[in-house]
């Protein structure tokens, strides 16, 4: 039986990553040992895409994106101006309106605002 989904970031800067997470992102955890913190994620869902062009992996493990997905991208968006957050330009897509989050270490995660149905409730 499943039981959750373990996402793994791989930080430049893990520490302050970390402090993003806790403190821009307000995501609760749990302290693993060391501080090395695990984040409780919003509820989840995972679609498969094909693997073609710059995703096309010889890899076991299959290529990934994270996007966190929100209701409202504008207004998230500025609640994130406070933080000196920044995002990349919005773009709109078939299915949702998309931009990515700036972390300290230099890494993005993506960030939505989905127009088509969702399994979150389900």
């Avoid at 403190?23 to 498969?48: C, M, N, Q, T, Y």
């Avoid at 504008?74 to 309106?97: D, H, N």
């Amino acid at each position: 039986m499943i039981t959750g989904a373990h996402v793994l970031f791989y930080s430049g800067n893990p520490e302050a990553d970390r402090a993003f997470f806790r403190d821009i992102l307000h995501l609760p955890s749990v302290d693993a040992g060391r501080g090395w913190l695990i984040f409780k994620l919003p509820p989840a869902e995972a679609a498969l895409h094909p693997a073609d062009g710059e995703f096309k992996s010889h890899q076991a493990m299959l290529p990934t994106q994270f996007y966190l997905m929100c209701d409202d991208l504008q207004s998230f968006i500025k609640s994130l101006e406070v933080y000196k957050v920044s995002c990349t330009p919005v773009a709109q897509e078939r299915w949702g309106m998309r931009t990515t989050i700036k972390l300290p270490s230099g890494g993005e995660i993506g960030l939505y605002q989905p127009s088509h149905p969702t399994a979150l409730n389900l």
